[in-house]
């Protein structure tokens, strides 16, 4: 407890000098620095959740889940490109990884000199992950050739490895299901697309990869097993959408921060705005959506803590569909959170000069990352239906 109090202290005092003076211009310029990566692993944030034999502190869940609320609050670009990182590219590999694969890939990752992504989305399979078209093909060598295009992509211009999700095609043709691989993306037959130009977060780059029967190893290179990707998709989206919710709230803890500045200094028929009732009720109303999303996030976390203590692993479904609700209820919480900041704002609000203008564009990503809101519904509805039938 007082190591993860004495971290939170730090890292709040990190953000304030290293990333808050910054994350304006790195949105304006449309790229985060590299050194960022690095920065974030020495002060302790990538190792949260990480074992302490690959640099880690073993910290948890839920010192991990306020660490990335601190972040959020300060650049949400920095919170999505990181979280794509050490998140999406190295918590599958802590859970399904070798040892020589967590040497070789997780462990330069975590120390902020080797940056990940993955690579799920294709141009015409998003929420539908069964529908997949990239091919992973084994020849007759073993060796295996990757072909096909992935796209929206944290990350894709500027990582070293991903983990990408193709079908597998093996040595006798036989089509052995969805598996992941880990790729170094520095391959002549490779290709990468330029960052897209997007509404929000866009110091965090997303874009394209483009596979030409680019050898990428063999057997070696498939992580947890053949044809488990899907399974450890899913796996890994639960991590996801809990990060997410994180994010959410905090970027509602920084509406709230920026609109009690900004309704105590702002005047209005000779009084500052927050005496006015109508300021003061959304003023209340965002404090409200802060709380109540704090309450479920935490409450969530508390439970994959304890699931992940005991190893329980009879309430995947279960699970899936309190994380899918959270996701769903925390961001909609968020947007409709900093709809209420930039309102308060007035004039100001819709100035890029405010913060919450930034915090407007951001948020938006939060119902569609990870899922789409209706995606989350559909996933709470099934299992609550599956329950009901046992």
Not at 43 to 58: D, H, K, M
Not at 336 to 363: C, F, P, S, T, W
């Amino acid at each position: 407890m007082d190591d993860w109090k004495e971290f939170i202290d730090s890292f709040r005092k990190f953000l304030e000098r290293e990333v808050e003076p910054f994350a304006h211009e790195w949105d304006e310029k449309g790229e985060l620095p590299r050194v960022i990566f690095k920065k974030l692993s020495d002060i302790g944030y990538f190792g949260l959740v990480a074992p302490e034999e690959y640099g880690g502190s073993n910290l948890g869940i839920i010192p991990s889940v306020q660490a990335m609320e601190l972040l959020s609050e300060f650049c949400g670009s920095t919170f999505f490109s990181a979280s794509a990182s050490f998140g999406l590219f190295g918590e599958p590999l802590k859970h399904f990884g070798s040892d020589i694969q967590k040497n070789e890939y997780y462990r330069p990752v975590l120390s902020g000199e080797k940056i990940g992504c993955m690579a799920i989305t294709e141009p015409q399979s998003g929420s539908d992950v069964s529908s997949i078209k990239t091919i992973a093909k084994q020849k007759k060598d073993l060796s295996i050739e990757l072909s096909g295009q992935k796209t929206y992509i944290t990350n894709s211009s500027i990582a070293d490895y991903a983990i990408v999700l193709a079908r597998f095609i093996n040595s006798e043709g036989i089509d052995k299901g969805l598996t992941h691989f880990i790729v170094n993306l520095d391959n002549p037959r490779i290709q990468r697309g330029r960052p897209m130009k997007k509404l929000g977060l866009r110091a965090s780059v997303t874009g394209e990869l483009f596979f030409d029967q680019a050898v990428i190893g063999n057997e070696e290179n498939i992580l947890g097993g053949i044809g488990k990707g899907f399974r450890q998709t899913m796996a890994t989206f639960n991590e996801e959408r809990l990060s997410i919710a994180a994010y959410s709230l905090g970027v509602l803890n920084a509406c709230l921060k920026e609109c009690i500045s900004f309704a105590s200094s702002r005047m209005s028929f000779g009084k500052p705005i927050y005496q006015h009732q109508a300021v003061a009720h959304m003023i209340a109303d965002l404090y409200t959506k802060v709380e109540s999303v704090r309450s479920f996030t935490y409450r969530i976390a508390n439970e994959m803590q304890t699931d992940q203590e005991k190893e329980r692993k009879d309430r995947d479904s279960e699970m899936g569909a309190k994380c899918s609700a959270l996701k769903l209820f925390a961001s909609t919480q968020a947007r409709e959170g900093v709809n209420l900041a930039v309102q308060i704002h007035g004039g100001a609000g819709y100035m890029e000069e405010y913060k919450v203008a930034r915090l407007y564009r951001d948020i938006r990503l939060a119902e569609i990352g990870g899922g789409t809101s209706e995606i989350q519904k559909s996933i709470i509805a099934g299992s609550i239906m599956k329950r009901s039938k046992k």
